[in-house]
């Protein structure tokens, strides 16, 4: 099983910036690919980007052009946020493709 450790999060005023970061336990190559989830508070978990061992990137479209997701180690994930809106608050997990078990996730907080 693989553990996972998201951090980064805060408070930050809309159309500010953040930069997420997922902590494998161990290497996540054997798996397809790995991504990003957002749980706005009393709404379910929802898709937000991923990134898969073939290279691509996909997201969702209420992220396109203003989220980012990336890699620099076979253990670390990224999710840089910009233009962050309102409904960007919540909690953001990582997982890898297919899903293992969740993490406690990091709390997003737009607000002014």
């Known amino acids: 099983q693989v553990q996972f450790v998201e951090s980064g999060g805060g408070l930050v005023q809309p159309g500010g910036s953040l930069t997420l970061s997922c902590a494998a336990s161990?290497?996540?190559?054997?798996?397809?690919?790995m991504a990003w989830y957002h749980q706005a508070p009393g709404k379910q978990r929802e898709f937000v980007a991923s990134m898969h061992d073939d290279g691509s990137r996909r997201y969702d479209d209420s992220v396109k052009g203003r989220f980012t997701v990336s890699s620099d180690n076979a253990n670390t994930m990224y999710l840089q946020m910009s233009g962050l809106k309102l409904e960007d608050t919540g909690l953001y997990f990582c997982?890898?493709?297919?899903?293992?078990?969740w993490g406690q996730g990091t709390q997003v907080t737009v607000s002014s």
């Open positions: 997982n890898t493709i297919p899903k293992t078990d």
């Open positions: 161990k290497s996540l190559d054997s798996f397809f690919g």
